[in-house]
């Protein structure tokens, strides 16, 4: 069958290819003065090894699981599939697709089965089409930000794959009988390339898979999901996009930051950190956005930053701009750090912030009621032209 035969030919291709592993810090450096929410270091969001991931995507290391727990029997008086889950060989993981191809080849089947079995015997219908992609955005981690919409597609997916950055919270919203295929990206460690998320969805809803792609804030700002809806629509399938509240929206919210603000900011501008070729360099775009009237939103900045700060000075921005880093905003965990746009770069490495952590810079950010200066130094600044 094509389908299956497209699973074989990724699998050869994902096997020959080296993946790097990533580990989150287990040890973050004490949260800044400046914080909120800050009960618990844990971070709430997807990991490619946490535990929570490998307790949801189980179906797929069943192997691995009872391997590990034939071994164990022996030694211990108990073994629990809810247990914590084995540190596996980084060679595991480098092959984690083609570990899950058995279980993938399987789950086309069991849909293929489900579509006919739902087909009326007198219905002269034929063959079901494809089935449909919902593009979902999850927001900036809160599960109480989803829309209605968003978790309607949620709890009625057959198959859901899952950015690193939806939280575990959005994630047991998930149906009991839908299955999950991580497919998070990190900085040094892709568990999946563009190319092969495109041929999963492809795949699955050509099977007739009522198919969900997850994704952290809004899927169109910033989460690829232009290239995706591209890529499926050019083979026929059809894409619905579910917009989320991105983080920019969320965060600026929850810290009462007006992105735009009469007399303040006439417009507010979204910027990547990341260079398209890596590296610390972050943008060619740094003359034209330091502008006072403007807020900057910096997403993925946190490696970029320093160059980009003194960039936006070099054109004229003032280095007393007021601006925030707030790291897993939204989430019970988010810390957060208030500074000059001068001093920026080196708060945030003074507290060890980490991925995923925003940036907003522009006299908006005086507004916010969590702003360390006094009123009269904030009034001077919101007001100056």
Same mark, same amino acid.
């Given at each position: 069958?094509?389908?299956? %035969? ?17 580990? #989150? ?8 003065? !400046? ?14 090894? @946490? ?15 009872? !391997? ?8 211990? $008086? ?12 980084? =060679?595991?993981?480098? %092959? ?27 219905? /002269? ?12 955005? &999850? ?27 939806? $939280? %575990? ?16 990206? &990190? ?22 898979? %009522? ?5 952290? /804030?809004?899927? !169109?700002?910033?989460?690829?999901? /232009? ?26 919210? +929850? ?16 910027? #990547? ?5 890596? /590296? ?6 740094? +003359? ?5 009237? &403007? ?7 946190? $490696? ?14 003032? @280095? #007393? ?33 980490? $991925? ?12 916010? =009621? ?9 009034? @001077? ?5």
């Amino acid at each position: 069958m094509a389908l299956v %035969n497209r699973l074989q030919s990724l699998s050869s291709s994902f096997s020959s290819t080296h993946f790097r592993s990533h580990r #989150t810090p287990s040890n973050l450096q004490p949260i800044c003065s !400046l914080h909120y929410n800050s009960s618990s270091s844990s971070s709430p969001f997807t990991e490619k090894h @946490s535990v929570q991931r490998y307790q949801r995507d189980q179906w797929v290391y069943n192997h691995q699981l009872q !391997l590990h727990d034939d071994q164990t029997t022996s030694s211990s $008086s108990s073994s629990s599939c809810c247990s914590v889950i084995p540190d596996f060989d980084s =060679s595991a993981r480098e %092959n984690d697709i083609a570990l899950q191809l058995p279980e993938l080849k399987k789950l086309l089947l069991v849909l293929k089965e489900k579509r006919k079995s739902e087909r009326g015997s007198g219905s /002269g219908r034929g063959d079901f089409g494809p089935g449909n992609v919902f593009l979902v955005g &999850t927001g900036p981690g809160d599960p109480d930000l989803l829309t209605l919409k968003a978790v309607k597609a949620i709890q009625n997916a057959d198959l859901l794959l899952y950015d690193r950055l939806v $939280s %575990n919270d959005v994630l047991d919203l998930v149906g009991a009988n839908a299955k999950l295929l991580y497919v998070g990206k &990190t900085a040094g460690y892709h568990s999946r390339t563009q190319e092969e998320i495109h041929e999963l969805l492809l795949s699955f809803a050509e099977a007739g898979a %009522n198919v969900v792609r997850l994704k952290g /804030g809004d899927p !169109l700002v910033f989460g690829r999901g /232009g290239e995706e809806m591209d890529f499926l629509q050019q083979q026929g399938i059809q894409v619905k996009v579910i917009p989320g509240i991105t983080a920019a929206s969320g965060i600026a919210a +929850e810290l009462g930051i007006p992105l735009t603000h009469r007399g303040v900011a006439t417009s507010v501008r979204f910027l #990547t950190g990341h260079s398209r070729k890596g /590296g610390t360099d972050p943008l060619f775009v740094a +003359e034209n956005a330091a502008d006072p009237d &403007t807020t900057l939103v910096v997403y993925m900045g946190l $490696s970029t930053l320093p160059s980009l700060a003194v960039k936006l000075m070099q054109h004229g921005l003032p @280095s #007393t701009t007021p601006a925030v880093a707030v790291e897993r905003g939204t989430t019970p965990q988010q810390r957060m750090v208030f500074a000059e746009l001068k001093d920026l770069a080196d708060e945030i490495s003074s507290v060890a912030l980490v $991925s995923p952590t925003l940036i907003i810079i522009g006299r908006v950010v005086a507004l916010s =009621s969590y702003w360390p200066h006094s009123v009269e130094e904030t009034s @001077s600044l919101v007001e100056a032209k």
